[in-house]
């Protein structure tokens, strides 16, 4: 085009003195940035292919790279921004819907960290998780409403099917398809590594990762593709994907230019074809077709298996989660507005749902309330960062959380957002051979095991100050948060006082 | 005895190995101020056709083939190491006609030059191992 609207946000900046043209850039760029120019024997780059996935940056052996964002600017506009600006330009282009990768960007508050933790203090001793015992564990499950003893005064074993993690955390859904056999490899030996799950995600599950089925968790979602009876039966529980935290109300569409090989195979679709998941599940408008699901799933795997409900924060979470805790399910997960994708329209992503940790305290108060909240555990997810996430997230209600973002953050992701294109450099959101060998699952996993490991320590230290021994202690302690900059509703909302009350 | 290996499987052909290899060798500090403007000399090599590409370098034989063949005895075996004596190499090439791995190469000052594992570096890692971004590259022991 003769008109180049658009300049590149990102500029790649080369430092000649350090360059020594060794051309690694230019080999490991898939976007084609770097060139070499014999006749100068320098380095030349293409600023509007980079999509600042910071690849060449991290190989560089010299550090002669960095990225800087643009400062050419249009007219400063605090309503019309630059990027706002961009996007017209290029939907003027393009005609076509503007798609986003991972989580929403924007500048939404994020309530965790506007949420304090609390310490022991003089009047009751807070522990040394170096020195004393510190519980983990989790269970999640159905908790059973009484004991029942049988004629001899013993317990009677009525627990329903349950899970056990050391740890309250699990990967989240991230089907093969959307992510590289690579990284699927990676998340599921360490998962089984720490004794925790990951979750095959709506793409079947890969028939050289069935001996990890006792730390996994298989989807069935929308489209149904890759369920069969062996798969359902291959993990330890079953999630019904209703919805996504990064696009509430939308199906997924993985291209036909992804859907080869192995991955067809795993999905039962054919080679090329796209893999359209409709937004609803066909046959489910309520929440009695939700118990009958359930039940399908639960009759067809001999009632051995948790089923878990997985949907994104709307609205009127509270009320669909006690609907769900009504279906039989035995767990409910539930995804913020946050939560990450390997492709959605940037509106939705953008622009629909509510933030996870207003969802969890609205569904765990409502569950309590009505006396159900032990029909099913708490699984939440959509951007839970860090191990005081996770302390925040369990102390507000939640049995679990879920992360995927942070999961492939530790495999080399670096949040470039542009899943979509398929051209991953770092291998994980790619199908391209030569791109998904450069995720080494044997250098991936171990990177993921580092990171629980840390988180792990991390929580027990916090715990330890808060002088809680066991993570069940914290769940739903809701006494132990303070809220700072918050407003009296989203307080209430939260169920925290505000620091200094 | 500890050699280095190269797993196919994850290379990536990005030649980093070559470069670390060659920055080893110049015994500088800093890799820019090293390797800037001049021709590497490495003694790793990535051999690549297609999607195919893996590292070479000297596989430290139990009977190398060089060091029989190597006529003023620059070239010997220290600890299962084969290792070269530039002072006593008089550029015949015998050694990298002899090698069957292709793995000899020689300097600008056309003395020869080979892997000798890094054993002349402070900790003793080979620079390619160490360099490796995926792990394809590894030093350890197998039968």
């Not at chain 1, 990951?198 to 006792?214: S, V």
């Not at chain 1, 191990?387 to 679990?400: E, F, P, Q």
Request: proline content about 4%.
């Amino acid at each position: 085009m003769a008109v180049n609207y658009i300049y590149p946000e990102y500029e790649v900046v080369r430092n000649y003195d350090r360059c020594i043209v060794c051309r690694v850039c230019e080999r490991q760029c898939a976007n084609g940035v770097h060139e070499y120019l014999p006749d100068l024997n320098k380095m030349t780059c293409d600023d509007s292919k980079c999509v600042n996935c910071h690849r060449c940056v991290a190989l560089c052996p010299t550090r002669a790279l960095k990225i800087v964002k643009s400062d050419n600017t249009y007219k400063e506009n605090a309503n019309w921004s630059n990027k706002t600006i961009n996007e017209i330009y290029r939907q003027a282009e393009s005609g076509g819907v503007l798609l986003s990768s991972m989580g929403n960007p924007e500048n939404y508050p994020i309530y965790f960290d506007k949420i304090l933790l609390n310490a022991s203090q003089v009047t009751n001793p807070s522990i040394d998780p170096l020195r004393e015992p510190m519980e983990t564990k989790v269970f999640l499950g159905a908790k059973p409403k009484a004991i029942k003893r049988d004629a001899e005064g013993k317990l009677v074993d009525n627990l329903t099917p349950h899970l056990t993690l050391s740890m309250p955390v699990m990967f989240s859904a991230m089907s093969y398809g959307s992510i590289s056999y690579n990284a699927h490899e990676s998340l599921a030996r360490a998962a089984k590594e720490l004794g925790i799950f990951y979750n095959t995600g709506e793409g079947g599950l890969h028939e050289d990762f069935y001996k990890y089925g006792d730390h996994t968790i298989v989807q069935v979602a929308s489209g149904r593709f890759g369920v069969h009876p062996d798969y359902l039966s291959s993990g330890v529980a079953i999630e019904i994907k209703m919805g996504q935290g990064a696009k509430p109300g939308i199906g997924g569409h993985l291209p036909g230019t992804k859907i080869v090989g192995d991955i067809s195979k795993t999905r039962m679709i054919p080679e090329g074809t796209d893999a359209i998941s409709p937004a609803p599940h066909h046959d489910i408008y309520s929440i009695e077709d939700l118990r009958q699901l359930v039940y399908s799933l639960k009759e067809a795997t001999d009632y051995k298996k948790p089923v878990i409900v997985k949907i994104a924060a709307v609205h009127n979470v509270a009320a669909i989660a006690s609907g769900i805790a009504r279906s039989g399910a035995d767990i409910i997960a539930i995804d913020g507005f946050r939560g990450g994708t390997g492709a959605a329209p940037t509106r939705i992503r953008d622009n629909v749902g509510i933030p996870i940790e207003l969802a969890l305290a609205s569904v765990d108060k409502r569950l309590r309330d009505e006396g159900i909240r032990d029909n099913v555990s708490l699984v939440v997810g959509g951007s839970i960062r860090s191990s005081a996430d996770v302390v925040k997230a369990v102390a507000l209600g939640a049995d679990c959380v879920y992360i995927g973002t942070a999961a492939l953050i530790a495999l080399g992701c670096h949040l470039c957002r542009s899943c979509h294109s398929g051209k991953c450099n770092w291998g994980i959101a790619t199908q391209v051979p030569s791109l998904v060998k450069r995720l080494n699952p044997e250098i991936g996993y171990k990177r993921l095991v580092n990171l629980m490991n840390a988180w792990k320590h991390e929580i027990m230290e916090m715990m330890g100050g808060m002088g809680i021994n066991s993570i069940e202690a914290l769940k739903g302690n809701r006494l132990m948060l303070r809220g700072v900059g918050l407003n009296e509703k989203e307080l209430e909302i939260l169920g925290i006082k505000h620091a200094g009350e | 005895m500890k050699r280095v290996y190269v797993n196919e499987k994850w290379c990536l052909a990005c030649h980093l190995c070559e470069y670390y290899c060659t920055f080893a060798g110049t015994g500088e500090k800093d890799m820019a101020r090293a390797l800037k403007g001049i021709r590497t000399n490495p003694r790793i090599k990535i051999e690549e056709k297609d999607d195919i590409s893996f590292a070479v370098s000297c596989r430290h034989c139990k009977e190398p083939l060089c060091v029989k063949g190597c006529i003023t005895g620059a070239l010997t075996v220290s600890d299962g190491v084969v290792t070269i004596n530039s002072d006593k190499c008089i550029s015949c090439f015998t050694c990298i006609l002899c090698c069957p791995y292709g793995a000899i190469s020689y300097a600008d000052d056309k003395t020869v030059l080979k892997c000798e594992l890094c054993i002349r570096t402070a900790d003793r890692t080979p620079a390619c191992v160490k360099g490796c971004p995926n792990g394809a590259i590894v030093f350890e022991e197998r039968g």
